[in-house]
């Protein structure tokens, strides 16, 4: 029988030991609600300073927030500008924002497209269709758009996370479409919700937090975090399957028991 060498078997390699790893380090949430549920009153319950993207133009929402710098209905050359200079400051040691918030992505991911149908100059990804006398409106064809679209949200997560900042996505929900068994004639449902739009659901496997945002029928708001049978939703942190909706008292709980557990051990 061989004996295990001895020494340190991830010597020279790059990474983290997942003993030095936390769940509240950086962290990832993807919110999903109704609209007017109280999405983005839980968003701006984060870590600040908090860069505050309102792609719906709803700035009075977050009147007398503080620690909130909210831009309102930026293009997507604002986002890529503002990535660069926080890519800049990171590299020089400067400070970042501690979150950074995009709200909704219901109407980011239609930024999103426009930049897309701006660059497509043969016009392979739109239709045009003329509304009064002189303008212009654009609507997808085809699934290059969906697919440029897909890649743009993989991509602006992926920045963030090496940015290191926490990032909150808001998401507005919708009936989940069953594909099988819908026809062209009948939609068909598969009794849960997701996120509108339905093509950007895969997104949520790249959040550690995806919390569920609805008001209950005496008028208080809870947030859902783990799976039910409207959704799988889910948390890496010590938390309750429903919590008040705040991020801040929910990083504290889970401070709370992970102290508690670590003493009782």
Known sequence: MSTPAQGNPFANMGGTPSEDL????????????????????LAATARTPMLYYDHDDRPESLAGKPGLLVKSRPTMPDIEADLSIMQ???????????????????????????????????????????????TFMKIRKGWDAINGIQRYIDYLITEYTYLGVDLI?????????????????????????TTDPQYLSSSLSLFNEVYHIKVQPNGTYICECKP?????????????????PNILKMIEKHEQKRNTSKQGA
Not at 92 to 117: A, S
């Open 22 to 41: 936390t769940p509240t380090g950086r962290l990832k949430i993807a919110i999903v609600g109704k609209p007017k549920s109280g999405k983005s009153t």
């Open 88 to 134: 800049a400051a990171k590299k020089q040691g400067k400070p970042l924002p501690r979150t950074v918030v995009h709200d909704t992505i219901t109407f980011l991911q239609r930024t999103m497209e426009n930049e897309i149908f701006r660059q497509d100059t043969g016009k392979s990804t739109y239709k045009e269709f003329r509304v009064g006398n002189s």
């Open 169 to 193: 996505f808001v998401f507005h929900e919708k009936n989940e479409k069953d594909a099988v068994e819908s026809t062209q004639d009948r939609t068909e449902y598969t009794g849960q919700l």
């Open 228 to 244: 039910n049978v409207y959704g799988n939703w889910n948390t890496t942190l010590m938390l309750d399957a429903t919590e008040p």
